[in-house]
């Protein structure tokens, strides 16, 4: 995370209130999400949303959720019924985006149609990064990998997911991030044997706190998942027909497997950009902090867009529902005449087992971790430097994540003493 001076951009005029149309690339939380804020706000122009998928929008975090266990289906995932596009006039648009002119203002699609923009909002997300190791497959080629590889990203990848995971009996998680950590609580409820192997030393470490990664290590390992840190997988093995057997360690350890699911992060998807000579960092698309790129025509959102922190100076990509749908509504705020910078407080969610755990802040430079309640099932855990509260974690606690929510917008200060003192709790402070 780099730290930016919001300020070197923002004071650019916004040329495009009011656009006579808008395009947006990428039809996914953000991309949706973008099109029908326009309608809310009474944009009466041309919106064009285009879409590599072939798909209706849908929300992916049932994909590692409901959709795996079978209990939501596709159309269970759309964001809104094929009707709803119709009525709003919003052109869906199934195609990849392979170029923008910014000077014509136009974008071209893999068939070589082209369309012209008033202003373009780049919602492309993010795709699996990959292992470079033989077996895994090769970056964005279908069916490169070994049978039973897996990432997980689209409804495709799910489907697929889904179909190996009626079979299997051993899988093998590489990462212990949100996605593989949901997919292994699936995996085991499946009646799989279920080994995770995670290069850093606990899980979910670029996420959450110490006390949260180990309370999900122990949520894993009491269901029956072997968790292994501090290992790297050196190649995955496959039987003559192509099918994956193992993955063998660094070590030299070999892990039988019939289903193995990749999810060691993401990459953001900035080519589109990078082409059209839009400043791309490591960390996704540059923006400032109205999510406009260096061309005061095109903004970016959501997975792919770096953005600076408005609170911190910090730049930050975020990868969560709440994120595209913020950035989203304050695109479409800003090309219906309302100007405001970016600055909603992060949350998220994830769903593991039946336990639920909701982040608020970013905890970014900590140095107090506080634990809130005795239930050990139930509690808090909030995250301080110095006196400054940045973040909360909260694990089946609703009412401490909304509490909390409120807490950090308004950048209450709270001693360490204070919270750990006899009979504090969040609701106490609101009263
Ligand atoms: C399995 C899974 C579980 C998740 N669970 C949670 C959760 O519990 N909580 C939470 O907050 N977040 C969760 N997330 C993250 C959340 O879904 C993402 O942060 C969110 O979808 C980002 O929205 P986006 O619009 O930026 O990108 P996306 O939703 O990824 O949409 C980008 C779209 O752009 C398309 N695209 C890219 N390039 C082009 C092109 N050149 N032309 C046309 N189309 C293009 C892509 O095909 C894709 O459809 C989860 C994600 C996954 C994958």
Redesign the pocket.
């Given at each position: 995370m780099a730290r930016d001076t919001p300020t070197a951009y923002d004071t650019r005029p916004a040329h495009d209130t009011r656009p006579a149309s808008v395009v947006v690339?990428?039809?996914?939380?953000?991309?949706?999400?973008t099109a029908a804020s326009l309608r809310e706000l009474g944009y009466p122009g041309r919106i064009t949303l285009?879409?590599?998928?072939d798909a209706l929008?849908y929300?992916?975090?049932?994909?590692?959720?409901a959709y795996l266990t079978g209990t939501a289906d596709e159309t269970q995932l759309w964001l809104r019924p094929v009707t709803y596009y119709v009525r709003q006039s919003i052109d869906l648009v199934n195609?990849?985006?392979?170029g923008i002119d910014p000077a014509a203002r136009t974008v071209r699609?893999a068939d070589g149609s082209e369309y012209d923009y008033g202003h373009l909002v780049l919602?492309?997300?993010?795709r699996?990064r990959t292992l470079d190791v033989p077996g895994a497959g090769l970056r964005g080629v279908p069916g490169s990998a070994l049978r039973g590889v897996h990432t997980?990203?689209?409804a495709q990848d799910?489907a697929a997911l889904r179909a190996s995971l009626a079979a299997a009996r051993r899988a093998v998680v590489v990462g212990a991030g949100?996605?593989g950590l949901?997919f292994a609580a699936v995996a085991r409820e499946f009646g799989c044997e279920v080994t995770v192997v995670e290069a850093q030393g606990r899980p979910l470490a670029r996420a959450v706190s110490v006390r949260t990664g180990e309370y999900f290590t122990r949520l894993h390992e009491r269901r029956g998942s072997r968790l292994l840190f501090g290992r790297s997988v050196a190649a995955l093995h496959g039987d003559r027909r192509g099918a994956v057997r193992a993955v063998e360690l660094a070590d030299g350890r070999r892990l039988p497997a019939d289903l193995v699911l990749i999810g060691v992060g993401?990459t953001p998807?900035t080519e589109?950009a990078a082409a059209a000579g839009l400043p791309v960092g490591d960390s996704g698309i540059t923006v400032d902090s109205r999510l406009l790129t260096a061309d005061p025509y095109i903004s970016a959102?959501?997975?792919?867009?770096a953005f600076p922190q408005v609170r911190s100076g910090n730049r930050l990509r975020?990868?969560?529902?709440?994120?595209?749908v913020g950035?989203?509504r304050l695109v479409a705020e800003r090309l219906t005449g309302t100007f405001r910078a970016y600055d909603e407080l992060p949350?998220?969610?994830?769903?593991q087992f039946s336990t639920n755990l909701q982040i608020a802040g970013r905890a970014e430079g900590h140095d107090t971790e506080v634990v809130l309640g005795d239930d050990p099932e139930a509690f808090s855990v909030l995250l301080l430097r110095g006196t400054r509260l940045l973040a909360v974690e909260s694990l089946n606690s609703p009412v401490d994540h909304l509490v909390s929510r409120q807490l950090l917008r308004e950048e209450v200060d709270l001693s360490p003493d204070e919270v750990t003192a006899e009979g504090f709790s969040l609701t106490s402070l609101m009263r």
């Open positions: 690339v990428g039809a996914g939380q953000g991309g949706y999400q285009i879409s590599a998928e929008p929300e992916r975090p049932p994909l590692s959720k195609g990849t985006v392979t699609l919602a492309t997300g993010a699996p997980l990203r689209t799910a949100f996605i949901e993401v998807r589109l959102i959501g997975d792919c867009a975020l990868e969560s529902v709440q994120n595209a950035h989203a949350w998220f969610w994830s769903d």
